[in-house]
């Protein structure tokens, strides 16, 4: 499994992790990865040592409660065991295929946009457990929430802030300190279980990667004297900005994947480090802050930037020895030839390592018309040598006329299954309208990398 992390110079994780152990939290067999604890303990009002914020109680209105996204979440979910691929009998619409989560009712917490799937499959003795966190708006307000799932498919929500260990909702908003990094929006790019044989951790805790964006405008897009050849935004959003917005790489831990501590990094916003000096690929911002453990003592953080220079989107690494303190290693990998899916660059990346050794990542891919679809690259080692699978050919292109993703896909979150060749592609979508959901394709094996959007059990 990948890990990470990301933390200050003179705050120990331990301190935190000590804070956080407030929650109660079961030993566990090492062969499975743990589930949080149900009946967590109250909360330790602040940390000490270095500025800690705490998202304990999400700060919207009034809690609403839990709800059923659909009639098909709110049925009895099916068989975890059961296994999932394209059924060509399926009488599911053609525009919904792959569609398996969608914006919540109004006025819940995400009623407006929802996207940056952070999939994770957890397995115990008897059963295994689905977690996804996104990113949710309403009101061009952004925030982190929790879904569940015993399938990957059939998931349950919550249109509030998720108060208990068991419940779903909203679990984190943007920070309300003037000086912070995220007081803008939010988005979670990898959650990471890091325990004593991966960090100097007592016990095993998630950690929160995620994007943070303030205010700040960095670069006006509609500015004439821009030579930017297509169009975009930044952070996405379903209702265009027409900016980039300052962003930076933040860190979170929990005990049970719901409260969150935000851990002050080394930046004076709170950030875990910031962008490069003038002239450099990432001057401008650093957003999908994805980490992957690869062995001990080496953890990888990819992340993308607008290289202003070369006029398209880059993904570059990081490194750490504790997943606290980060060293950049310069870009691995920028736009494809002229004329390609990924001419204008690639962004978004998550990247994988295989059950065989080696590396894969997935991308969302920019065209030079601002097209988004969804790549494939793989390497031996994970750092600089990428290559391109299929020569270049896209993985996730966009649906039909009539498909609810009609306009772009991207944000994809690679999940491995328990074939060598079986996996499950998560993305966000958006339709021509502007709503948004989050995808899943599955792939058809044979070693060929291709992938199929899911359109329903085939028994």
Not at 164 to 184: E, K
Not at 247 to 268: K, M, T
Request: proline share 6%.
């Amino acid at each position: 499994m990948e890990a990470s992390a990301a933390a200050t110079p003179t705050f120990q994780i331990q301190s935190a992790v000590n804070v956080l152990s407030s929650f109660s939290a079961r030993r566990r067999s090492p062969t499975f990865i743990p589930f949080p604890s149900p009946n967590p303990k109250p909360r330790h009002p602040l940390f000490h040592s270095r500025r800690c914020c705490c998202s304990t109680k999400p700060d919207v209105g009034s809690d609403t409660g839990n709800y059923a996204a659909s009639s098909a979440s709110s049925s009895p979910l099916s068989n975890s065991n059961t296994h999932l691929e394209p059924s060509p009998d399926s009488h599911t619409p053609s525009s919904s295929h792959g569609l398996v989560f969608h914006v919540g009712p109004t006025p819940s917490w995400d009623c407006l946009d929802i996207g940056s799937p952070v999939v994770k499959r957890y397995l115990s003795d008897d059963q295994e457990r689905w977690y996804l966190w996104y990113h949710g708006a309403t009101n061009a307000v952004d925030s982190i929430g929790l879904a569940i799932s015993s399938n990957g498919i059939h998931w349950e929500r919550g249109s509030g802030p998720a108060r208990s260990s068991s419940d779903m909702g909203q679990v984190m908003q943007c920070s309300r300190d003037w000086w912070a990094f995220d007081t803008y929006s939010i988005r979670p790019s990898e959650v990471l279980i890091m325990s004593s044989s991966k960090v100097r951790a007592a016990t095993a805790v998630y950690w929160l990667y995620y994007t943070g964006f303030s205010s700040e405008k960095v670069v006006q897009l509609s500015d004439a004297s821009l030579p930017l050849r297509f169009p975009i935004q930044n952070p996405e959003k379903s209702i265009p900005t027409h900016a980039f917005f300052r962003s930076l790489p933040g860190l979170a831990i929990s005990q049970d994947g719901r409260h969150w501590a935000r851990i002050e990094g080394e930046h004076h916003s709170g950030a875990l480090f910031d962008v490069g000096a003038d002239g450099d690929w990432d001057s401008l911002f650093i957003s999908s802050p994805q980490v992957v453990y690869h062995t001990l003592g080496d953890l990888r953080m990819y992340y993308h930037s607008f290289d202003m220079e070369c006029q398209c989107f880059t993904i570059g690494i990081a490194r750490s020895r504790d997943g606290i303190r980060w060293v950049k290693l310069g870009k691995i990998m920028g736009g494809g030839a002229v004329g390609s899916f990924d001419e204008a660059g690639v962004m978004n990346g998550h990247v994988v390592l295989k059950k065989d050794g080696g590396y894969v990542m997935a991308y969302e891919a920019v065209a030079a018309d601002g097209q988004r679809s969804i790549g494939l690259v793989e390497s031996p080692d994970g750092l600089k040598s990428w290559k391109r699978i299929h020569d270049g050919a896209v993985l996730l292109p966009l649906m039909e006329e009539d498909g609810w993703d009609n306009k772009g896909v991207g944000s994809p979150c690679l999940v491995p299954m328990d074939g060598d060749d079986e996996w499950r592609l998560y993305y966000r979508g958006m339709c021509k309208e502007g709503r948004t959901g989050i995808g899943m394709a599955v792939s058809e094996g044979g070693g060929t990398w291709s992938f199929k959007r899911w359109a329903g059990f085939h028994l």
